[in-house]
């Protein structure tokens, strides 16, 4: 009788619901509540690994105010979110257009600009980022074929050197592609023929009635990319580690440094939180401003 109890009981889908999604809020509890409530209660504390947490309150978020190190990874850090995202996106958007046609090779085309997105963030492109841009590198080498004769230090110069950065980035622009291509793919064609029986030009097309039905999408990859743009990490840490002084030093890469490199652990733990705030600001702003400026009959 107890086993009949007991199989009814898992029979009911409710019970089948709870046991689908158990490892799942398992996963979110054990990997992302647990570690988020230990690393608040390291950031009021004074913590170095080595040695027990002792309690100071709010000393290490008082400490940030008169941290200039931590303006300067604030500002390069929303230099280069506010710089790569928007032409990370607009490069989405020019390429998913010229694969909307289908031929023989789109699918080779497709995947060969899908590649960056998932291998641009590895240690290995960062490190031939790195070589490509050394006084000895690709990049100088080439300008030396074509008559310009540099050995500049891409990487050395506090002018260029953020600037490799958001090349990397803006070259890993895959993913937004084909977000792009998918939602170009459901535009009806039947605007369009309107549009050119009324003698719409192609830019007139373009701009009243491609934009505006991609606003939503725009809007998915603009948040999702500016979140992305924030946590960027491996390519400062591998092929800047933050220098010339500190021109390419991402907020998290100075997290990191402090809670890791300094065994400044507590304070690497309040600017986690700082972060984490940071980036609900940013994404709550994107969201109140969403009603001025996405279709919502978009596709």
């Not at 570690?35 to 027990?52: A, E, F, K, R, V």
């Not at 490190?127 to 690709?138: E, K, Q, S, T």
Request: charged share 10%.
């Amino acid at each position: 009788m107890k086993n009949n109890s007991i199989r009814k009981t898992l029979e009911k889908e409710s019970a089948a619901g709870i046991v689908c999604t158990l490892p799942f809020t398992l996963g979110i509890l054990l990997f992302i509540l647990v570690p988020m409530g230990i690393s608040l209660y390291y950031s009021l504390c004074d913590y170095n690994i080595l040695s027990p947490p002792t309690f100071v309150g709010l000393d290490n978020y008082v400490e940030m105010f008169s941290d200039e190190t931590f303006f300067k990874a604030i500002g390069v850090t929303f230099f280069y979110a506010l710089i790569s995202v928007p032409l990370r996106l607009v490069f989405a958007l020019i390429v998913a257009m010229l694969l909307l046609r289908t031929t023989r090779i789109t699918g080779f085309y497709r995947a060969a600009y899908y590649l960056p997105s998932i291998i641009g963030g590895s240690v290995a492109v960062s490190i031939l980022w790195r070589r490509m841009f050394a006084v000895d590198g690709v990049v100088n080498n080439l300008l030396g074929l074509i008559g310009i004769d540099t050995r500049f230090a891409w990487l050395g110069d506090t002018r260029t050197a953020i600037w490799t950065l958001i090349l990397l980035a803006v070259w890993q622009f895959g993913s937004s592609m084909l977000i792009f291509l998918s939602s170009l793919k459901q535009i009806p064609t039947t605007l369009y023929e309107a549009a050119r029986v009324d003698g719409a030009s192609r830019p007139y097309q373009f701009f009243h009635i491609t934009l505006p039905l991609l606003t939503p999408t725009i809007f998915f990859n603009l948040v999702m990319q500016m979140i992305q743009g924030f946590l960027a990490f491996t390519q400062s840490y591998i092929i800047t580690q933050g220098k010339p002084m500190n021109s390419t030093l991402f907020y998290t890469v100075y997290m990191y440094k402090q809670s890791f490199e300094f065994k400044h652990t507590g304070y690497g733990a309040a600017l986690a939180w700082v972060m984490l705030v940071i980036v609900g600001i940013i994404t709550w702003i994107l969201f109140a401003t969403k009603r001025f400026w996405v279709y919502e009959d978009g596709v």
